[in-house]
């Protein structure tokens, strides 16, 4: 069963502009952690933020913020003032501690387009 | 070299040959991966090394070989490839348990090795 969906396959905005890149999980476990990376033309993936299920905090780093939903189970990731830098694909991701904390259950991934 | 590195970053191979991937992390971690990324396909967990011992293979064909000779090390032995196993290999490592309290397994990646099996 998919675990982790990103159904945004592909976004374009133009530069400035605020972006949302929804991420909806699955899971029956109680103790469970979220992730986004994001990963430029240049292959690597970069780690961008952590939470874990018991923080539902949201967060903010600059110019992203991502606001962490259990009720609807979702973990969106906004950049706000977009640049053509932030142009890359991002990935949500997902462990749980019942099947190791650290094996990641990736989505498909949402590609960016910022539009200078 | 900072973070984790990998080497070659391309490679081209024919389907009889053997060739590896090596990957090195610098980051003190005791945890190691490789993912294959594919077009169009979620990022598949190949294998998974604790403390230099292998403790995941995700239904992982016998043409793929992985080993962890130390913490810092890591190959993919790679032979008689097939065409679709041409795709992003990716190296990964974090830190398993916990440091200063709290959870730390966030994973940082290589830049990858993009294969080419003609």
């Known amino acids: 069963a998919q675990k982790v969906t990103q159904a945004q396959t592909e976004i374009s905005v133009v530069e400035k502009e605020d972006v949302t890149l929804d991420c909806v999980y699955e899971t029956r476990d109680t103790t469970y952690y979220l992730f986004w990376y994001k990963q430029p033309p240049s292959g690597e993936l970069v780690f961008l933020i952590r939470?874990?299920?018991?923080?539902?905090q949201n967060e903010i780093s600059g110019r992203y913020s991502w606001n962490f939903q259990k009720s609807t189970s979702s973990f969106n990731f906004t950049i706000t003032a977009s640049q053509v830098v932030d142009s890359a694909v991002y990935f949500c991701a997902l462990s749980e501690r019942q099947t190791g904390a650290n094996n990641l259950f990736f989505g498909t991934g949402t590609r960016l387009t910022v539009i200078p | 070299e900072t973070g984790v590195t990998q080497t070659p970053r391309h490679l081209v191979m024919g389907m009889t040959n053997k060739k590896s991937l090596k990957c090195e992390q610098h980051l003190g971690h005791n945890a190691m991966y490789w993912y294959k990324q594919s077009a169009k396909k979620p990022l598949e967990l190949m294998f998974v090394y604790n403390f230099k011992e292998q403790t995941e293979n995700n239904s992982v064909p016998s043409r793929f070989s992985p080993e962890c000779p130390n913490s810092s090390h890591l190959f993919l032995h790679l032979h008689t490839l097939q065409p679709e196993d041409s795709a992003l290999y990716l190296c990964?490592?974090?830190?398993?348990?916990?440091?200063?309290?709290?959870?730390?397994?966030?994973?940082?990646f290589g830049p990858g090795t993009r294969l080419t099996v003609l």
């Open positions: 990964a490592s974090s830190q398993e348990g916990m440091a200063g309290g709290r959870m730390r397994n966030e994973q940082f």
């Open positions: 939470r874990n299920s018991f923080d539902e």
